[in-house]
Every structure is written in structure tokens, then in C-alpha cells.
């Protein structure tokens, strides 16, 4: 059956005041009507690597495999068709971000959601802004670099 169920989303917050402490996060949602019907949490008392620009997957991806896991062990007919990652996934300067390790490393297919651009193939962020400017909420862009490659889309979600 091809038809979407099931949507993840995964995230990871970082305390304020001791980096080393995290909490990763793992919903489920059914589609479309978007309920929560599967919440999974992980608190880290001490995240055992450091950040390093560009190396993000290597910090965060042992904190998803927990609840990765959990899921498969616990709810594994869950299993999300289509999981959003808190991170990039091909608009990566080594073109497979965050988004897409956990892709690979648990057969999920992943969209990366990115919270900071990495400005690469004449992709930055006045780019981005032009795009998206006469865009209506719900709306996408495709961003394309210089190169003719669509590496992901802008999207407005608000009017505003």
C-alpha cells in the first residue's frame, strides 16, 4: 500500500545551560489529519561529541538511534513512510546532511528541515529571500544552484 499513514518528525534541544545535556524527540503523526499517535523521548545527560561545522550526524545521530529503535522494538507497525529531520539533507556542503545519514543508516526516507543555510552553488540567503518573498503561504520554490541542481525548496509557511 502506497498510500501515506504515517509522518515522523525528529528533533533535539540542547539545555541553555550545559550543552552536554540533550533531549532528542521522535512523534509520529497519522496522515492526514496530523495526530500524534506515538511520542518518544531520549534525555542525554552528557552528549559525548563535540560540534564540528558540517559534522552535525555524527553528534545528534546516536541520540535518534535510541528512539529509532525503541519504535521498531515497541511499535513497529508505526514505522513512518516519511520522516522531517531538525537538519539538512542534500543542501550540505558534503551533500548528505543530518537528514540524510538517518535516512541511510535506518532505511527511512528523510526531508531535511534546516534551520541555517549553508550558502553553496550560488545558493545564499538574499537568493532565498527573493525566492520566497512573492511566495503565498503554503507555497514552495525550487532552490536552484548555479550548477541546474535543485537541492531542496523554500517554503512559506505564513503569510507573514
Request: hydrophobic share 40%.
Amino acid at each position: 500500500d502506497t498510500t501515506l499513514k504515517y509522518v515522523g518528525a525528529m528533533d533535539i534541544s540542547y539545555c541553555k545551560s550545559n550543552e552536554q545535556q540533550a533531549v532528542a524527540a521522535f512523534l509520529v503523526l497519522s496522515f492526514p489529519d496530523l495526530e500524534v499517535i506515538y511520542e518518544d523521548y531520549h534525555v542525554e545527560p552528557n552528549v559525548d561529541s563535540l560540534y564540528m561545522a558540517g559534522f552535525l550526524a555524527f553528534k545528534e545521530v546516536p541520540m535518534y538511534k535510541v528512539l529509532v529503535d525503541r519504535l521498531k522494538e515497541n511499535k513497529p507497525e508505526l514505522w513512518p513512510q516519511v520522516t522531517f529531520i531538525d537538519g539538512n539533507g542534500v543542501l550540505h556542503p558534503r551533500g548528505f546532511g543530518s537528514a540524510c545519514h538517518i535516512g541511510v543508516q535506518f532505511d527511512m526516507p528523510t526531508v531535511g528541515i534546516a534551520k541555517n543555510l549553508f550558502h553553496m552553488d550560488g545558493i545564499d540567503k538574499e537568493k532565498v529571500k527573493a525566492l520566497s518573498e512573492p511566495l503565498e503561504g503554503g507555497q514552495a520554490a525550487d532552490l536552484v544552484g548555479d550548477s541546474g541542481k535543485v537541492w531542496g525548496a523554500a517554503l512559506r509557511c505564513t503569510k507573514e
